[in-house]
């Protein structure tokens, strides 16, 4: 069983940043790629950003790309989502996630471990 905690949501203005952190327990992360997703109220879940569990290859859904940035530290078995820029409409609900097959997070396909989300609300 894999434990994924998020931490570092929270209220920003827009055009602020903040840095998500999502901590993982119970497995080694390195052999897993991590993704993060984000569902805002009324809206279907989305992917936001992927990395592959060396590190090597990332993936960002358009609306963020040159905004939000994606790493690992699989030392600390930990994954961070940078988001500068924040635009309002970021706010969402974000949840960490795992698996074994990068392109499963990509496509949406297979994930196999969640985390619980962390709020992040981004004010006018």
């Known amino acids: 069983q894999v434990q994924l905690v998020e931490s570092g949501g929270g209220l920003v203005q827009a055009g602020g940043s903040l840095r998500l952190s999502c901590l993982a327990s119970?497995?080694?992360?390195?052999?897993?790629?991590m993704g993060w997703f984000r569902q805002a109220p009324g809206k279907e879940r989305e992917l936001v950003a992927a990395?592959?569990?060396?590190?090597?290859?990332?993936f960002y859904t358009e609306s963020v790309k040159g905004r939000f940035t994606i790493s690992r530290d699989n030392a600390k078995n930990t994954v961070y989502l940078q988001m500068n820029s924040l635009k309002p409409e970021d706010t969402a609900v974000y949840y960490c996630?795992?698996?074994?097959?990068?392109?499963?997070?990509?496509?949406?396909?297979?994930?196999?471990?969640w985390g619980q989300g962390t709020q992040v609300t981004v004010s006018t």
């Open positions: 996630a795992a698996d074994a097959i990068m392109a499963h997070i990509v496509v949406g396909a297979r994930v196999d471990y």
């Open positions: 990395v592959s569990s060396g590190g090597g290859r990332t």
């Open positions: 119970g497995r080694t992360v390195s052999s897993y790629a």
